[in-house]
């Protein structure tokens, strides 16, 4: 009997540890113990979700013939079927043609000729732009310079260092740019927290865009109103962040990351959306503003929240935010809701050691990994693509068809409270607002309730007017009455 016993104890507690075991598999597609793919409800709870990106490959340079690996590559940009790679390690930059779903490698550019004739070479380029025809803007990082390359590596202008008072003295360190249609420059130059530094299309310095507000720990900032000037003189100065990174949507307005700050993340407001005149206009309409991961720990090796280190927007004004803290991909939509997150640190497939861009071309996502010298390319899944459908079709007007595509979202995803949110919102512009207003309750969507209640109550108004005069005319009619009565009554009793 005791024998028996000890084999049921000894069965149980390998029952036990396979469920352990078999645990700890599924929650090791992320460093922190999410799932791979997830997103949070409406009372920010994680919630484990279908894929919205696959793995299709990990790219290598050596994959390609004549191209050789990778070296810390910190840029990428796609036009059209191209792909630039800013190789910053090997010094050069590598382009790709994309067809049928392959890359070739087409060519590298190591340096040009200046307007001497003499050689120069790449030095640690970290970033890269092409126009349709094939004309490069490098950030020459380590020369200090932007270089304008015309479609067959002829040099075209030399950007260096501004000659203007309103620069700082730190070293000019190009490290990100982007340039829009009327053919201005804007980088981000490291070292200078005065925003973006803007060029005409003739390489002329013409400003700074899209300044940085002061952000500070309030803890600090009530220790210096009480600090003595000595204490004070030896704190830290309260300046402005640097930006990390940008690009350019459709319609050429500047998304911006923030990956370095101080205080709450929450104010920091680490993505931007700049208008022509550096004002920040992102749309913050979801339960929470979009600045990654809501929760994270002060301790371990990825401790902090969310630094995003680079972006990308789709044509539908969905847009990609890098995070270098814990190798994630967070996806929002044009009103700030976030869709999803996926990624993590590690080396299998789809997870990554140091992420350093995002860029996306077809119906693909790349992803390089400085530390592994690597490019990762994720295919849209069919619940992603429904996604995107819904959002797409929202936005052209066609809400009948966006909300039946979110009603499929929410076959495949129960727990999508953006699915909720979308056929509420396309219920809302079909003037639906009684059904609008319960799937906003649904899902505690205060803004957009409040908006369907609103409409709502005008609507019943307006249908419901003559009633109500009719009913406030009986009842002044009733009061007259009432009084009549009353004071024919006060006659008979005198009389």
């Not at 779903?101 to 307007?115: I, M, P, R």
């Not at 092409?130 to 020369?143: H, K, L, R, S, W």
């Not at 927007?313 to 700030?336: E, H, M, P, W």
């Not at 409409?455 to 307006?462: A, K, N, Q």
Request: aromatic fraction near 12%; hydrophobic fraction near 35%; charged fraction near 25%.
């Amino acid at each position: 009997m005791r024998k028996m016993k000890r084999l049921t104890s000894v069965f149980a507690l390998l029952l036990v540890a396979s469920l352990l075991v078999s645990n700890a598999e599924v929650l090791a597609n992320s460093s922190d113990g999410k799932h791979y793919t997830y997103t949070y409800d409406c009372w920010d709870v994680d919630r484990e979700s279908p894929d919205a990106y696959s793995v299709e490959r990990v790219i290598s340079g050596s994959d390609f013939k004549d191209c050789g690996n990778f070296s810390e590559p910190q840029g990428l940009f796609s036009t059209g079927n191209k792909m630039y790679v800013a190789d910053t390690g090997n010094n050069r930059i590598c382009e790709f043609t994309y067809e049928n779903n392959e890359f070739t490698y087409v060519k590298e550019v190591t340096g040009y000729k200046d307007a001497e004739g003499k050689d120069v070479k790449l030095n640690g380029p970290q970033d890269v732009f092409a126009t349709d025809d094939g004309q490069m803007y490098i950030a020459d990082t380590g020369n200090n310079k932007i270089v304008h390359l015309d479609a067959d590596g002829n040099m075209v202008k030399v950007i260096g260092r501004p000659n203007d008072k309103t620069y700082t003295d730190a070293k000019f360190l190009p490290q990100k740019l982007v340039v829009d249609g009327a053919k201005r420059i804007f980088a981000q130059v490291q070292n200078v927290n005065k925003g973006f530094l803007e060029f005409d299309d003739t390489g002329d310095f013409t400003g700074f865009v899209g300044a940085s507000e002061v952000t500070y720990d309030f803890l600090t900032y009530l220790w210096k109103l009480v600090a003595t000037k000595e204490q004070r003189a030896q704190m830290d100065l309260f300046v402005p962040t640097e930006y990390s990174n940008l690009c350019l949507d459709s319609e050429d307005f500047i998304y911006a990351t923030i990956s370095t700050f101080d205080g709450a993340v929450e104010s920091a407001e680490p993505i931007r959306k700049l208008n022509a005149k550096g004002t920040d206009i992102l749309v913050r309409n979801g339960y929470n503003d979009p600045y990654g991961d809501l929760r994270y720990t002060e301790k371990g090796e990825m401790k902090g929240p969310s630094k995003f280190v680079d972006i990308c927007c789709l044509s539908n004004d969905v847009y990609y935010a890098l995070d270098n803290t814990k190798g994630r991909i967070f996806a929002y939509d044009f009103q700030g809701n976030m869709l999803y997150a996926f990624g993590g640190h590690g080396y299998k497939a789809g997870l990554f050691m140091n992420p350093s861009a995002i860029e996306d071309i077809g119906d693909s996502l790349l992803v390089t990994d400085q530390k592994l010298g690597t490019i990762t390319q994720f295919t849209l899944t069919d619940y992603g693509k429904m996604i995107n459908d819904g959002l797409a079709e929202y936005k052209k007007g066609n809400y009948d068809k966006s909300a039946n595509i979110w009603r499929k979202v929410l076959k495949h995803n129960g727990n999508y409270d953006q699915a909720y949110i979308g056929i509420g919102r396309a219920l809302l512009r079909e003037k639906n607002y009684k059904e609008a207003m319960d799937y906003f309750e649904l899902k505690l969507d205060a803004k957009n309730y409040s908006k369907a209640f609103k409409l709502y109550r005008e609507v019943w108004f307006e249908e419901n007017i003559g009633t109500i005069l009719i009913i406030i005319a009986i009842l002044i009619l009733l009061g007259f009455g009432v009084g009549f009565v009353k004071k024919a009554r006060r006659e008979v009793e005198k009389g």
